[in-house]
Every structure is written in structure tokens, then in C-alpha cells.
């Protein structure tokens, strides 16, 4: 069974109906940095989502993923990768968990051609 880590990108493309994105998740073991959930819930927040429903979202993703918390370790790699690879602070939190075990869930551009990244687009 496949291990992703997976980004804001990837669950927000699962409750609009993706079903690229739904085989994957359900298909496999599911990592989630802390972040993602600010980022997550941050968009069902704009996307003027109804309470209940951001709820069962939420509730979703922390109990069919294992959430990675954010040490001052990792806050420091993060900082590092996120200048190394030009990405933005949160995607380079994200994508400092990735690895040849785990790679990163994703549809956003970003992460195109990066290595440790299934990129599912469309």
C-alpha cells in the first residue's frame, strides 16, 4: 500500500468530487502536516462552506490521516527547502516531509517536475 503526504491541494480536489484524487486517498496510507489543516480549513472558510460541512470535512482528514506535527526542526528544514526549491513558506513545510517512501499528493503546479511528487492533474 502506498504512503503520500498529502497537501491542501489534494483534499480540497476530494470534496469537490475528483475522482483521480478519491482513488488515490482511499487507495493508500495518508500523512498530513498540521499545516495543511490551517490552509485546509482557511479555504472552507472562503469558500463560505456551511459549518456542518466544514466539520465532516475536517473530521475527514483527521481521522483517515496521520497528522505530522511542526518542530522547531522541522521549522528550520522547511525554511531551508522552501528557499532551495522556490516555493512558498507553507508548500515548502509541506514538501519537507516528502520522500522516496512518502511522496507528496498533489495537483498544484508548484510541484511540477520536483522529485517525490505525484502530481495528479486536471
Not at 42 to 69: A, M
Amino acid at each position: 500500500m502506498k504512503t503520500y503526504i498529502v497537501d491542501t491541494y489534494a483534499w480540497i480536489a476530494l470534496t469537490e468530487g475528483n475522482k483521480k484524487f478519491k482513488q488515490e486517498i482511499e487507495e493508500s496510507l495518508l500523512e498530513t502536516p498540521i499545516i495543511v489543516l490551517c490552509e485546509l480549513s482557511k479555504v472552507l472558510e472562503k469558500k463560505k462552506i456551511e459549518q456542518k460541512e466544514k466539520d465532516k470535512i475536517l473530521d475527514y482528514v483527521i481521522n483517515n490521516s496521520l497528522l505530522i506535527p511542526f518542530s522547531q526542526a522541522d521549522a528550520i528544514n522547511s525554511g531551508r527547502i522552501s528557499a532551495k526549491e522556490n516555493l512558498y513558506l507553507v508548500d515548502g513545510i509541506v514538501y519537507s516531509y516528502t520522500s522516496k517512501e512518502k511522496p507528496l499528493l498533489t495537483g498544484d503546479k508548484h510541484f511540477k517536475g520536483k522529485p517525490f511528487v505525484c502530481l495528479i492533474e486536471g
